[in-house]
């Protein structure tokens, strides 16, 4: 068995270990395998053992990876969006899940209009205000998406956080669960175009917790295809 193989296999257990725990089902939860710097040959290798939903980080790495594979993998746009970017992305990621600004959403709106299509995204928290990460803070949340839910080329489809680093991931779940809290008070304010399906929560060194506490969407990319080299 090569090492994604096992990863992915012992992935899979922790996943399901942590659903037994909460009383949830397998399909409740999609596992985003986060491919961004590595080759599309490692790709190809995840696609032979089952995964299709894989996450990136990069406009043009989506783009190029879109291009070069087959055309029933579902792509999520997972990082920091530029809106000159936008335009790699939309037609091609399934789900973007890092919108956090107005200008980002009328920007989307106006790319998606041009093709045609809806665009789901989710709208990024920054649950602990970090100033190195993007997202719009928790208390501004329900506002902000007041003012896009009526743009109708985009459809606002849930929350995503990237959770502080931490050494024991116990000390992410009350992030989690505030999370999953302002998700049920913006579905509270029944606004139209707007619906709180998921919830992208989880990394490596956390997801087991974000799945007790109602992810339905992990994102994992070192615990399945190893350390990232930053410098190739
Ligand atoms: C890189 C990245 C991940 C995956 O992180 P790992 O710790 O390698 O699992 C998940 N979410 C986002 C937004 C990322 O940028």
């Given at each position: 068995?090569?090492f ?18 909460s009383?949830?089902?397998r ?26 939903d ?94 896009i ?47 709180m ?36």
């Amino acid at each position: 068995m090569g090492f994604i193989e096992e990863n992915l296999k012992n992935v899979e257990e922790r996943i399901h270990r942590a659903l037994v725990r909460s009383g949830r089902r397998r399909e409740d939860v999609t596992l985003i395998v986060v491919s961004k710097t590595k080759p599309v040959s490692m790709i190809q290798e995840v696609i032979e053992l089952g995964p299709r939903d894989f996450g990136e980080n990069k406009p043009q790495e989506l783009r190029d990876k879109y291009e070069l594979l087959p055309k029933d993998l579902r792509w999520h746009m997972i990082g920091n969006l530029q809106r000159n970017k936008v335009k790699y992305v939309v037609g091609r990621a399934v789900l973007i899940h890092s919108l956090g600004s107005y200008e980002l959403a009328l920007e989307i709106e106006k790319e998606s209009a041009k093709r045609g299509i809806i665009m789901p995204c989710l709208v990024e928290v920054n649950m602990a205000h970090e100033a190195t990460k993007g997202g719009i803070g928790p208390e501004e949340a329900v506002g902000f998406i007041h003012r896009i839910a009526p743009l109708t080329h985009l459809k606002i489809e849930g929350l995503m956080t990237v959770a502080p680093f931490v050494q024991d991931p116990e000390e992410n779940r009350s992030c989690f669960q505030g999370l999953r809290n302002l998700a049920v008070d913006i579905d509270r304010e029944n606004i139209d175009n707007v619906c709180m399906r998921h919830l992208s929560m989880g990394m490596t060194g956390d997801f087991e917790i974000a799945v007790e506490e109602g992810a339905t969407m992990i994102r994992v990319g070192t615990g399945i295809l190893g350390e990232r080299n930053y410098s190739l």
